[in-house]
C-alpha cells in the first residue's frame, strides 16, 4: 500500500479503534464441569490469536452478547424487542405463519437439517462450507449442548440452532434456516432467548460477532437485542 494510501485510510482506522475502546465490557465465565473437552478447547479457541490480527483475541473485540440478566422475564424481553420489524414483531408473524420452536432430536430430522444445509449456495455473501454438503448419517448429541429447531405447520424443520452451553453463557454454533420473509430466525433466537431468560441460570447468549459481519447481519442482530462488546474470560 502506498503512503498515500495509508494516510488516507488513517481516519477511518482511527475511528475504528475509538469504536473499540467504547464498547461495554463483559466478563464470561468457562465452567468445566458443563463438559471438560469441550470446554477447554472452545476456551482455547475463542483466547487464540485472531487469525486477522494478531495482537487481539479471536473472541474479543465486538462479540455479539444479549445480556440476559436486563430482563425481569421472557416478556420483558418480548416488549423491549417488540417495535415493528424487530423480534417481537417478527416472531408474532412467524407463529401467525404455523412456526414453532421445539428442542429436537437431530436424528428425526436428517433429511430436513440437509435440504436446508444445502438450499443456498452463498449465505451472507461467502460460499456454503462444503461440509454443509455432506448428508450426515446420524448426530450424536454433545453433553452441553442443546439443539433447537423451527417446525412448520406440517411438522417439518424449517431452521436450527445448536446451542452451546459453556458456564455462565451459551453461544450460537451451527445456526441454519430457510431463507423466507416469514420471520423464522427471528423467532428461533427470540424463543431460545427467552427460555434462557425464564431459566435465569446464564448471563449471557452469545451470537458471533459484529466485526466481519455484512450490515444486513448486524441489523438482525441488533433487532434481537444484542449488542457489541469487548470480552474478557476465565475458565474454572
Known amino acids: 500500500m502506498k503512503t498515500s494510501d495509508r494516510l488516507h485510510a488513517l481516519p477511518a ?3 475504528l479503534v475509538a469504536d473499540v475502546l467504547r464498547l461495554p465490557r463483559a466478563r464470561l465465565r468457562f465452567e468445566r464441569a458443563v463438559n471438560p473437552e469441550l470446554v477447554e478447547r472452545t476456551h482455547a479457541l475463542f483466547t487464540s490469536p485472531h487469525p486477522r490480527c494478531k495482537l487481539v483475541r479471536f473472541k474479543s473485540l465486538g462479540v455479539a452478547l444479549l445480556d440476559l440478566r436486563a430482563y425481569r422475564d421472557s416478556a420483558a424481553y418480548l416488549q423491549a ?20 420452536v421445539a428442542e429436537i432430536d437431530r436424528n428425526h430430522y436428517v433429511d430436513d437439517i440437509h435440504r436446508i444445509n444445502t438450499s443456498l449456495a452463498q449465505r451472507q455473501g461467502r460460499p456454503m462450507d462444503p461440509a454443509y454438503a455432506a448428508r450426515a448419517e446420524h448426530f450424536v448429541a454433545v453433553d452441553g449442548f442443546r439443539y433447537y429447531g423451527v417446525l412448520d405447520k406440517d411438522g417439518r424443520l424449517a431452521a436450527y440452532c445448536d446451542l452451546g452451553i459453556y458456564g455462565d453463557f451459551a453461544a450460537t454454533d451451527h445456526l441454519l434456516g430457510y431463507k423466507t420473509s416469514d420471520g423464522l430466525m427471528y423467532l428461533l433466537l427470540a424463543d431460545i432467548a427467552c427460555r434462557l431468560i425464564d431459566e435465569g441460570q446464564l448471563n449471557y447468549l452469545m451470537y458471533d460477532t459484529y466485526l466481519g459481519a455484512l450490515p444486513g447481519l448486524r441489523e438482525f442482530k441488533k433487532k434481537l437485542g444484542f449488542a457489541p462488546y469487548r470480552v474478557r474470560y476465565s475458565i474454572y
Open 13 to 15: 482506522q482511527l475511528r
Open 81 to 100: 424487542v417488540g417495535r415493528k420489524d424487530y423480534a417481537g414483531y417478527q416472531s408474532r408473524r412467524a407463529r401467525a405463519h404455523g412456526y414453532r
